[in-house]
């Protein structure tokens, strides 16, 4: 027949009907369950409400769980054939042995899921590849009642039953389709293409009778046709099983970590299948759920490790979000990872594992260099709205000129079918073909689990080099990245973040979670800095094991549909529950330390009452702070700590100054010496003048801090980029109080906007030159979007904005459309915008939404988007933000010291036993334990090292500068090095006269590892 008359869709026909005929059913299996609410243990597996089904029985709701027993008997006359179980419980079931130990998942049919990738279901069940007849059936399955992708689809038995797999039909199938997905993946008049269609239809005249002479004769066609090898290759894909499992996300914690054991017990069943297989997993956090709750499964796993065929990948604990979490919780994250699979598997992570995060903080390469990651994939650039990411290979340049390089699979899928057709595309979109030999392929069903399954995997056994197609092979990550490097210097670099034109809102979205992530992270801080004192001073144990315990759960919460606000009302209910209990914990933690360091300051010997103030920041704080319950002016040195003496008066330091705060209701105005604030009937500022640089901050004619809401018919991921074009709603403002409180004053103003109340102090502090916006809101509404303004009089081409360990420049116009598409942009504790001799800077204590437009700085404060958590942010709220006029640009006004000093308070410590300072150190009620003789240069963390007592002190340079500084201890120490940031010794130092040299390039972070240190 002439090649022209031959329909694709003919030869599909075909290969359903192929389909149809590899499964020949032959009884039913007896089904029971036994339901319960929660997961419960194998060995309690009859404890829930008995159930008995036949196919198209419900057996339960959403998130409810059951142990299946299956039982049957092959029928006696079924002899040398063999025999399978076809079970589909309409959820996901995990198989277990008769020890409960996890050997196969199965996934309904139904999952949602992107068909053009493949089916997600998995319901075969291998029971003898050649029967006797009459084996018995008795099989155990834990389940659930969701589908992969926490979807509720009836809850009823689908399927259960005994069949036979004709494997002669079934291996024709896979022959054909992948012969006939690459023949059509062919350009037109291609020889090839000619000849495999027609040797598909010369099987389709005679393959209407499934007889063994035609099947025969139809395997010798294919057989030929799959003979045909391809030539010397200009594009290699390397190909590595995946389930890309989301720790929480359309489903709660506990069931990730069932679905780990069903998508493992798969992959360790499939590997005794296909020899050729090799899978890859990620997420330390996830193999040691799998040690805690499944042991002899994991132990499984760790021999396939050790065999080669099961990759450990990545390097961070889970696949973080990297926009929120602060630059520490980065570190953590690697150290925690990385320790974890060296320690369990002798195998050193080298890349990093981040295939769906929604975005990349600027800061990242830096921290991958130094911690001896040389390597990252993704493929979440791929979802960008309006701009195409130019590479899949390249280098990607951080803020400090770190690089990694940076692979993204050209099929822009961690779900790839594995098919002829994603080889194709691979080769086709590949962006840097040109220069890159090889790329790489993700092959399974990830999100949800589940992993590879067979099609994947019979599939690859024929491309392997298959004329028409470029060769795959199954190979690890690692290998593949050794491949990629050896051409380096033909790939190109991109500098700067790897931003993400979508989900800004995950910037914003379930602000609780994000408020509570910051205060840990910085009462983490606080509490290593005080362990630390406590410890050296031989006060206290340095508490490592519990430090580690609470790191690792936050840590957890930090994964990127966590922390963005991006899963389920159950994940933030149960987050949040933990969250409180965590913070509590380590207040106590940092209380009971800095008690016991209080205690070694004073000698019952003579009285003397009062208290003691730390400081953990690097610099000497000069402010008004409440003790013992009065106002009091106090000076705390540089990482340490003052006693203060009880007998100064609050009223006499306020009552001496020479600029008190003042309020005026008439003018509705505050002042104070540095600045005086004008306020419109609305609430909204209508002025602010600095009177010591004569400048007005605000734009003429418009208002700072306008709280407007917005339509947000978005879900947590995404709102409209237009939000702003209806000009948003104003709050109702219900009453103005006016207030004096020591050295602070100011106004309360309180709104109402709909159902939600806002209550907003803003006041000013004498002798500073900061604004502080302290907020309560109880909010109600749904699809709204809460932000605030302020429209000042800078006009400056780029806003910096505070990133981990540095700051980022990015554009306050819109020339361009990647200018237009980073609209919502990321900062932590600050923004600014300047004028080299001006400027002025938004400070926050928990948000990280940003809009930077002209001179306009935007703050998005609340989203309550009604998916996939329908209450999402509809609850009281706390939150502080503060704006910051200040002369020259914001490293001549440093900045970066103010976000710190609104983030982390000074600490107060009372003392309530009489006595006298003791050590000498401290004989003048002050001591320092650091102190930096660079201003510009920040010390993140001071920790005790994870394998020994020494002392790890983290530094980074904060001005994008090079410099060079001297570190004083306040204590003793053997010896001082450079360390890596997985504080393993590089370089050793020579103090000269107890000051330690460091010399930064710029954004640079400095790890120093001092040896027995002791006061």
């Not at 594992?353 to 975005?359: C, L, T």
């Not at 306020?679 to 602010?688: M, T, V």
């Not at 001799?837 to 935007?858: F, I, M, P, T, W």
Request: proline share 4%.
């Amino acid at each position: 027949m002439p090649y022209e008359i031959v329909k694709p869709a003919q030869l599909r026909s075909m290969l359903d009907r192929i389909k149809e005929h590899i499964y020949v059913p032959l009884s039913e299996l007896k089904v029971e369950a036994w339901v319960t609410p929660e997961p419960i243990r194998y060995e309690e597996r009859q404890s829930g409400s008995k159930v008995s089904l036949t196919a198209g029985d419900r057996w339960g709701q959403l998130w409810d769980c059951a142990w299946f027993h299956f039982t049957g008997v092959v029928p006696a006359q079924e002899k040398e054939v063999k025999v399978v179980l076809l079970i589909d419980v309409n959820g996901e079931l995990c198989l277990v042995d008769e020890e409960g130990t996890p050997v196969q998942g199965l996934t309904n049919i139904n999952s949602e899921f992107d068909y053009s990738l493949g089916l997600p279901g998995k319901r075969v069940v291998d029971v003898s590849a050649s029967t006797l007849g009459g084996e018995t059936i008795d099989l155990w399955g834990d389940a659930g009642c969701t589908d992969l992708f926490g979807r509720y689809r009836s809850g009823t038995l689908k399927e259960a039953v005994i069949a036979i797999c004709r494997e002669n039909i079934r291996k024709l199938y896979y022959d054909v389709e992948v012969l006939l997905e690459t023949a059509e993946q062919l350009p037109e008049g291609s020889a090839r293409k000619a000849r495999i269609f027609d040797a598909l239809y010369q099987i389709s005249l005679f393959l209407i009778d499934y007889n063994e002479d035609n099947l025969s004769k139809a395997n010798e066609i294919v057989s030929e046709q799959l003979a045909k090898r391809g030539g010397d290759p200009v594009l290699s894909i390397s190909a590595i099983g995946h389930a890309h499992i989301d720790l929480a996300w359309l489903w709660p914690i506990r069931e990730t970590i069932r679905k780990g054991a069903r998508t493992f017990s798969t992959v360790l069943r499939m590997m005794e299948r296909y020899p050729d297989y090799v899978f890859g997993a990620s997420q330390p956090q996830l193999y040691d759920w799998m040690k805690q709750h499944y042991p002899k499964l994991y132990t499984k796993v760790q021999a396939r490790i050790q065999e080669g065929r099961w990759e450990p990948q990545g390097a961070m604990w889970v696949e973080s979000d990297t926009n929120v979490p602060g630059g520490e919780s980065l570190i953590r994250q690697i150290l925690y990872g990385k320790r974890f699979f060296q320690e369990e598997f002798g195998q050193e992570m080298k890349s990093l594992w981040m295939p769906d995060v929604f975005g990349y903080t600027a800061s990242l390469p830096q921290i991958l260099k130094k911690s001896g990651v040389d390597y990252m994939m993704t493929q979440k650039l791929s979802w960008s709205t309006y701009n195409r990411h130019p590479h899949h290979t390249y280098f990607w340049e951080g803020i400090d000129g770190s690089r990694v390089l940076t692979h993204m699979p050209p099929e822009d899928t961690y779900n790839s079918p594995a098919a002829p057709r994603s080889i194709v595309k691979a080769e086709h979109d590949y962006l840097d073909k040109n220069v890159a030999e090889h790329c790489l392929m993700l092959f399974g069903i990830g999100d949800g689990g589940g992993g590879p399954g067979e099609e994947h995997l019979e599939r690859l056994a024929r491309e392997k080099d298959l004329l028409g197609l470029a060769p795959v092979v199954q190979e690890s990550s690692a290998r593949f990245f050794e491949k990629l490097s050896e051409r380096s210097s033909h790939y190109e670099t991109w500098r700067g973040e790897l931003y993400l034109e979508k989900h800004q809102g995950t910037l914003t979205s379930q602000a609780r979670n994000k408020w509570y992530n910051r205060k840990l992270e910085k009462a983490l801080r606080e509490l290593e800095f005080a362990s630390v004192l406590a410890a050296v001073g031989e006060e206290l144990s340095y508490p490592a094991q519990t430090l580690e315990e609470i790191w690792k759960e936050v840590l957890l919460y930090q994964f990127h549909d966590i922390l963005p606000g991006s899963s389920i009302k159950r994940v933030y209910d149960e987050s949040l529950e933990r969250y409180a209990v965590l913070l509590n914990q380590v207040e106590q933690m940092i209380s009971d330390a800095y008690g016991a360091v209080a205690h070694r300051l004073v000698n019952r010997a003579e009285p003397v009452k009062g208290a003691v103030l730390f400081n953990s920041l690097p610099w000497e704080r000069a402010e008004w702070m409440q003790v013992e319950g009065g106002w009091r002016q106090v000076r705390v040195p540089a990482m340490g700590y003052t006693l203060l003496a009880q007998e100064t008066s609050a009223e006499s330091d306020i009552a001496s100054a020479s600029a008190a705060v003042r309020v005026s209701t008439i003018s509705r105005t505050i002042e104070n010496e540095w600045l005086t604030i004008t306020f419109g009937e609305d609430g909204s500022i209508a002025a602010i003048v600095d009177k010591e640089n004569q400048r007005e901050v605000i734009l003429q004619g418009q208002h700072g801090n306008e709280l407007r809401v917005y339509h947000d018919q978005g879900d947590a991921w995404d709102f409209r980029q237009d939000y702003r074009q209806t000009g948003g709603m104003a709050l109702q403002l219900i009453e103005t109080i006016e207030f004096i409180d020591g050295p602070t004053g100011g106004f309360i103003h309180n709104y109402r906007f709909g159902e939600s109340t806002l209550s907003q102090k803003v006041l000013l502090t004498q002798g500073s030159r900061r604004i502080d916006f302290v907020t309560n809101v109880d909010w109600k509404e749904s699809d709204k979007m809460l932000r605030t303004s302020f429209p000042v009089d800078v006009k400056a081409d780029n806003s910096s904005c505070e990133i981990q360990f540095g700051y980022l420049k990015r554009p306050t116009h819109r020339n361009t459309m990647w200018d237009y598409a980073k609209d919502e942009i990321c900062a932590h504790q600050w923004v600014d915008i300047s004028e080299p001799n001006y400027g002025v800077a938004l400070l926050n204590d928990s948000k990280y939404g940003h809009r930077v437009e002209g001179s306009v700085l935007d703050l998005n404060l609340l989203r309550s988007s009604t998916y996939p958590d329908p209450e999402a942010d509809r609850a009281e709220h706390q939150f502080t933000y503060s704006l910051y006029p200040h002369a020259g640009d914001h490293v001549a006004a440093a900045v970066y010291k103010q976000g710190n000093e609104l983030n982390v308070p000074l600490r107060v410590v009372n003392v309530s036993e009489s006595g006298v300072v003791q050590s000498a150190a401290a004989a003048s009620g002050a001591y320092s334990f650091l102190k930096l003789s660079n201003p510009n240069v920040m010390i993140e963390s001071v920790k005790k090292a994870e394998d020994n007592d020494d002392l790890i002190i983290r530094l980074y340079e904060t001005a994008g500068t090079r410099l060079q500084t001297t570190l004083q201890p306040g204590f003793k120490h053997e010896g001082a090095w450079l360390a890596d940031l997985m504080e393993n010794k590089l370089e050793q130092l020579q103090p000269e006269s107890e000051l330690i040299h460091l010399t930064f390039k710029p954004f640079e972070i400095v790890t120093l590892r001092l040896t027995k240190p002791s006061l």
